[in-house]
């Protein structure tokens, strides 16, 4: 039952470390981490703050629009070239396809981020010479992966029945909204002058929304003296939150692919 | 069957469900929410060797998988919310996706360029967006409010006095949005100890509130004793001074490191030159009720205050007066400011009255703070404001010249004479014991309108001279020139 | 009912699109098609006359609006019938990036097949055991229809649906595509090939279905569908008015340089005139058939008949057969 699946993903992490596109994202990501130590200039600890926020920065961005740009066209080429219907003549479940497809990108999505993440620690570790810094400078591309896996698992169940464009855009903005929508929550909920029925709609929509803004843990790695409290079980609700959302979506994902007439 | 898809959804639609109640019990939360109750306060070691206290949810009194991720994240660490203003799209989207410390971060970069051409003007606007954005960035709030509070002066290098609330102000949200951590409380404390230098009770105030969290470093710790004798706690400095000398002599056993050594050898001097003082100084048979004869502090001095302030030319003043204390290091207060500036009070105003940061001050008012540095017993000063209109506007119609002195701010030898308190200090003229409460200082003011300091109207061809019924020039005399029309500013005598 | 025996076997299988200009479109409708096993069967039609969507739906790619099918007697659906068939598409794609091997690999491990020596020998059948290293991007067409036929044998399929097999290739890329083909057959594989090259299909078809826009035109033995040709008979020795005074239906007689010429149908009986003709001291100087080709068998009944109007298969029955 797996193995199909492990032989797609297989296959897809192999297309996708050799498409162009991808590799010029990746590339432009990996020449800004590089470069992002020139740009600050300021005093020691400033600089160390400003280098952070702009690393890590670069890396969420780059990895975000590889994981649409990787995952939008994953299902429309597949039907466009009909390198599907091989498979799926063979005895492979749609939903072992798209679980296979989804597995290749978030396995192309890790090595892409794995490397940037590399360059961040290797440059990091030029600029500042200061190794200590290292190990909580990684919590923050590992908790980004978590997130990029979602707005895959997200561009993937989009993939399902809308076109490339459209679906960029749809998982482009859900990403946006998903980031913005948890801050814009406890400012509401937070707000004594919001009405009862807007904070139960509020919650209604911060519950359905798939939750991005729980990945963006930069800031207390990018400014010192900062710290999340119960940091690991922390880590491991959100984490545990994202497998959950995935599944949801892979398996909501299947319903729709499995109806699908491709 | 075989007339749509080959699978069973069932399972399927029992999947979802099951998924999005995981989704929902981690997001939502069910149950209670942890009471304050719930949390104990853990001392960690940090990296760097010092201690910090947080606090953490005792083990097994709440699962975290059961409150909520959104609440526990809000618990844990605000980020803060969202404002958008003053963000330039492309800027707002990234903020929006996720990347404001990104975002944050390149601003702060764009402002250092700013700081390097002195553009301080472009900065400020700058500063807020960046403290909006990451809440978090201490050295945008703390570059920030020194900037505020220091760096927009006039051409003759006087600060602009007006933008002290906001300073402040900007320093309470640091702290408020950065409370884990001293450094917010400490700069804060540092404005009012050292920028606004008069009352030290909130100097004292917002150390102690640094002194509260673990990881303040020691050096720093070490100042509050600084402010406690500027606010007159003497007793309570010489207590914190014993306990920093013992912390710092335990830590120097521990870890004989270069710093660690230093710090305890810092503190023993200043530990012993407080107790010589307060020794010298009569502090001990005061307390006692024993009688000061024979200390230096007995008995009080009579500085024999006087001054005389001539409007040389529309908005160009010279301050002139006497200071019959002996040795340098006196500084007069002069100040200038609108008849009805908001929030004033006796040669200051109220500089904490605001929690908004405006960054816009009130443009149409004058506050003009000068200190007139006393050199053989005399000061004379120039200040010229008519370089500066949009820091002096003079659009009121009456003004208020102060002058002030305040015991407490002197330095160490002239405090030998008038003590912490200024037991030893008096002025026969001037001395005040209601402006500051509880305290002996030298105030006098005095009203002057805009025809004099335009020299408009009536006052085109006179000029108005402000004088203190004892002012003496250096010959011993006192007089007026042909055109000089004198202004008496009120003493206790003449009262 | 599940018959027996059949490969493929439809009863009014249909397949309905909505169109917003046109309304339900019956893109297949009631296709009743039978395949036995162990044939090649053609199945023609034009351009958009139904066949991929056939297919597709044969494979459960897409799934049919009524009417039921039934591959290798199971109905379609089952996923277990997919261990037995196999699918090569209309102008195939397969991922550029591997080789030929590696593309063998990857699809056998779908079946959970690794097995090298069996890779090896598919390349070698294809012909592509020199190429196997070459990545499919450096591929011709043919070699990647080849490969494509050799992905699709990992199986070892007792059913092979061809879509278009030879569409897009040169001669000789068409006579490699036909000679692998017909030894599919004689591995007593069951062939369904999709085209609308009729001279391929004539040359290697039991037999063959002609669909026109959704409905089953003709079905059936390739040889009885062309039968109903024509004889020509030259003779010596007997006159115009001896033939025509035979009476045979059907029949033009016209006397031409050496001879009298008869042009009749099949049917008739053409060794007894002969006898007769010999008889009456007359001489056969040539006898030459004229057969029905499929071009225009299939061109007959794509423009005769308004197929969506007649709604009627017309079957010859198997029973018709001699």
């Not at chain 2, 030893?424 to 030298?442: H, P, S, Y």
């Not at chain 3, 004889?231 to 007997?238: A, I, P």
Request: hydrophobic share 40%; glycine share 8%.
């Amino acid at each position: 039952m797996f193995k199909p699946i492990a032989s797609i993903a297989a296959t897809t992490v192999g297309e996708a470390i050799r498409r162009k596109v991808l590799l010029i994202i990746l590339l432009i990501g990996v020449l800004f981490l590089v470069v992002a130590p020139g740009l600050g200039m300021l005093s020691a600890r400033s600089e160390t703050t400003v280098l952070r926020g702009m690393m890590l920065g670069i890396i969420q961005l780059t990895s975000a629009v590889i994981a649409i740009v990787l995952t939008v066209y994953m299902i429309p080429n597949e039907i466009e070239r009909r390198t599907i219907y091989t498979i799926l003549s063979k005895p492979v479940q749609r939903w072992q396809f798209l679980v296979g497809k989804y597995f290749g990108a978030v396995s192309a999505l890790l090595m892409m981020m794995t490397l940037m993440t590399s360059v961040l620690v290797f440059t990091f570790w030029l600029q500042q010479r200061d190794a200590s810094a290292i190990p909580d400078l990684i919590k923050a591309p590992v908790m980004y992966f978590v997130q990029m896996s979602l707005l895959a698992a997200v561009a993937i169940f989009f993939s399902t029945f809308v076109s490339p464009l459209v679906n960029f855009f749809l998982s482009g903005g859900l990403y946006l909204l998903g980031s913005l929508f948890a801050p814009f929550f406890q400012t509401l909920q937070e707000s004594q002058g919001t009405p009862q029925a807007a904070k139960i709609f509020a919650q209604l929509v911060n519950t359905i929304l798939p939750n991005f803004a729980n990945y963006n843990i930069q800031n207390p790695i990018i400014n010192p003296g900062q710290q999340i409290q119960n940091e690991s079980s922390y880590y491991l609700q959100v984490t545990v939150y994202g497998v959950l959302y995935i599944a949801g979506l892979l398996v909501a994902g299947t319903i729709v692919f499995d109806r699908r007439e491709v | 069957m075989s007339m749509t898809s080959g699978i069973n959804r069932t399972p399927l639609l029992g999947a979802i469900v099951g998924c999005a109640l995981g989704v929902f019990v981690l997001q939502n939360g069910i149950g209670t929410q942890p009471t304050g109750k719930q949390y104990e306060s853990v001392t960690e070691t940090l990296k760097n060797g010092n201690t910090r206290t947080v606090k953490k949810l005792k083990a097994g009194v709440a699962t975290p998988a059961f409150q909520g991720i959104s609440s526990s994240w809000q618990r844990d660490f605000n980020q803060g919310t969202v404002e958008t203003q003053g963000l330039s799209p492309d800027q707002l989207l990234f903020a929006l996706a996720g990347f404001r410390e990104m975002i944050a971060g390149i601003l702060w970069v764009r402002a250092d360029s700013f700081f390097d051409s002195g553009n301080y003007d472009a900065i400020l606007p700058i500063i807020r967006l960046v403290t909006v954005l990451d809440p978090k960035q201490i050295d945008v709030y703390a570059t920030g409010m020194w900037h505020i509070g220091y760096n927009f002066t006039d051409e003759e290098q006087r600060s602009d006095r007006r933008y002290i609330p906001s300073a402040l102000a900007l320093g309470k949200e640091g702290a408020r949005n950065n409370s884990l951590t001293y450094e917010m409380f400490f700069e804060t404390g540092w404005m009012w100890y050292h920028k606004i230098d008069d009352d030290y009770s909130n100097a004292v105030k917002w150390f102690e509130l640094a002194q509260e969290r673990p990881d303040m470093i020691p050096a720093r710790r070490n100042l509050i004793t600084n402010a406690y004798e500027r606010d007159g706690k003497v007793d309570k400095s010489l207590d914190t001074l014993f306990k920093l000398y013992e912390t710092a002599g335990k830590k120097a056993k521990e870890d004989a490191a270069f710093g660690n050594k230093q710090n305890r050898d810092t503190l023993e001097n200043k530990l012993d030159t407080t107790l010589v003082r307060m020794v010298q100084r009569g502090w001990f048979a005061g307390k006692d009720g024993r009688p000061l004869t024979g200390y230096d502090v007995n008995p009080p001095f009579d500085t024999g205050f006087s001054a005389k302030v001539t409007v040389t030319e529309a908005r160009v003043l010279r301050f002139e007066g006497t200071w019959n204390v002996l040795p340098v290091g006196t500084r007069i207060r002069a100040v200038l400011r609108d008849a009805d500036f908001p929030n004033a009070k006796p040669a200051g105003m109220e500089w904490d009255f605001s929690n908004d940061v405006n960054l816009d001050p009130p443009r149409d008012k004058t506050f003009m703070q000068e200190q007139l540095f006393v050199r053989n017993q005399r000061f004379n000063k120039k200040v010229d404001m008519s370089k500066d209109p949009t820091m002096y506007p003079f659009t009121s119609k009456d003004y208020v010249i102060e002058f002030y002195y305040n015991p407490r701010s002197a330095p160490p030898h002239i405090q030998d004479k008038f003590s912490w308190n200024g037991e030893g200090f008096t002025d026969k003229n001037f001395l005040n014991t209601q402006v500051r409460e509880g305290q002996r200082v030298m105030y006098t003011s005095v009203k002057i309108s805009k025809d004099q300091l335009l020299r408009r109207g009536d006052w085109r061809e006179k000029v108005p001279v402000i004088k203190t019924a004892n002012y003496l020039d250096k010959d011993g005399k006192a007089y007026n020139q042909a055109d000089q029309v004198t202004i008496d500013l009120p003493s206790l005598r003449a009262n | 009912m599940r018959p027996l025996a059949a490969a493929i076997e439809t009863k009014q299988l249909t397949k309905t699109y909505k169109s917003r200009i046109h309304g339900k479109i019956n893109v297949v409708d009631s296709l009743d098609l039978h395949v036995e096993e162990g044939e090649i069967f053609g199945f023609l039609g034009p351009n958009g006359a139904g066949k991929t969507t056939t297919i597709k739906m044969l494979l459960s790619i897409i799934y049919p609006d009524a009417g039921e099918g039934y591959v290798l007697g199971k109905e379609i659906g089952d996923m277990s019938v997919h261990r037995l068939i196999s699918y090569v598409p209309e102008r195939p794609y397969y991922y550029e990036h591997m080789t030929g091997l590696e593309l063998l690999k990857f699809y056998a491990s779908l079946f959970g097949i690794n097995d090298q020596a069996l890779f090896v020998r598919l390349l070698e059948k294809v012909n592509l055991h020199r190429d196997m290293s070459k990545t499919i991007s450096q591929y011709s067409k043919g070699m990647q229809q080849r490969v494509g036929l050799a992905q699709a044998l990992l199986n070892d399929p007792k059913l092979m649906f061809l879509d278009e097999p030879t569409g897009g290739l040169d001669p000789i890329a068409h006579r490699e595509i036909r000679d692998l083909i017909l030894s599919f057959r004689e591995e007593g594989r069951t062939v369904f090939i999709s085209s609308h090259e009729l001279s391929e299909v004539e040359l290697i078809c039991d037999r063959v279905a002609i669909i026109n826009k959704g409905v089953i035109a003709r079905q059936g033995k390739l040889t009885d569908l062309l039968r109903g040709g024509r004889v020509e008979v030259t003779f010596e020795g007997v006159t115009e008015q001896w033939l025509k005074d035979k009476g045979m239906r059907d029949s033009h007689v016209r006397t031409i340089a050496g001879g009298v010429l008869l042009d009749t149908t099949e049917e008739e009986d053409i060794n007894a005139l002969i006898d007769a003709a010999r008889s009456n001291s007359g001489r056969i100087v040539s006898i030459v058939p004229r057969r029905k080709r499929l071009e225009d068998l299939f061109i007959q009944t794509v423009t005769d008949a308004p197929a969506a109007a007649a709604k009627k298969t017309i079957t010859v029955e198997e029973s018709t057969s001699v």
